[in-house]
């Protein structure tokens, strides 16, 4: 038999979920066969871990962006903080701006920014007015056997470049 590195593959947690199912399924009686095909559970659970990949992301960036900044100016670190009541939203502020990352459904995140003022405002695109619409919406997309992946307008995107468009918009807008 050979010998199968676990590393090697992105996600085991689904069949570790499986087999624990299986046994609560013996121990208590109640079977549930289709759980798998609950798009609804499936989108909910795909958007908590998209959020919470992003809130990493932006937490280890401001964190280094605050500890190179660090020799200057304390009071413009930029802050992270959780919107209090919601399962895993968050903001990023500074000097009176806010970005704010939400999942307003289990298909859709929206990101947009806050000043103090009451402007909201989405960051900018190449080839597009500034306030063009309100939020920026990232939205799942079901495919095939259940894949999810995210897009904005149509086009599918990644944490990292995303995390780094808003967070250098944010910078900048923030800085004034």
């Not at 079977?31 to 659970?45: G, P, V, Y």
């Amino acid at each position: 038999m050979e010998y199968i590195n676990v590393n090697d593959y992105q996600n085991v947690s689904w069949i570790e979920s499986l087999a624990l199912e299986e046994v609560n399924m013996e121990e208590s009686g109640i079977i549930r066969f289709n759980d798998h095909l609950n798009t609804q559970a499936l989108l909910e659970e795909s958007s908590l871990n998209f959020v919470n990949k992003l809130k990493d992301r932006f937490e280890f960036y401001t964190s280094m962006f605050n500890q190179y900044r660090s020799n200057r100016d304390n009071t413009r670190a930029i802050k992270v903080f959780r919107i209090s009541n919601t399962v895993n939203d968050f903001i990023l502020f500074r000097n009176s701006l806010k970005l704010i990352i939400a999942r307003r459904a289990p298909d859709v995140i929206s990101i947009g920014f806050l000043s103090n003022n009451g402007g909201l405002f989405t960051a900018r695109l190449t080839g597009e007015n500034q306030s063009v619409h309100a939020i920026h919406e990232i939205k799942a997309h079901v495919g095939p056997f259940n894949t999810i992946t995210w897009r904005f307008q149509g086009e599918e995107v990644e944490i990292e470049p995303l995390v780094k468009y808003y967070l250098t918009e944010f910078i900048k807008n923030s800085s004034r």
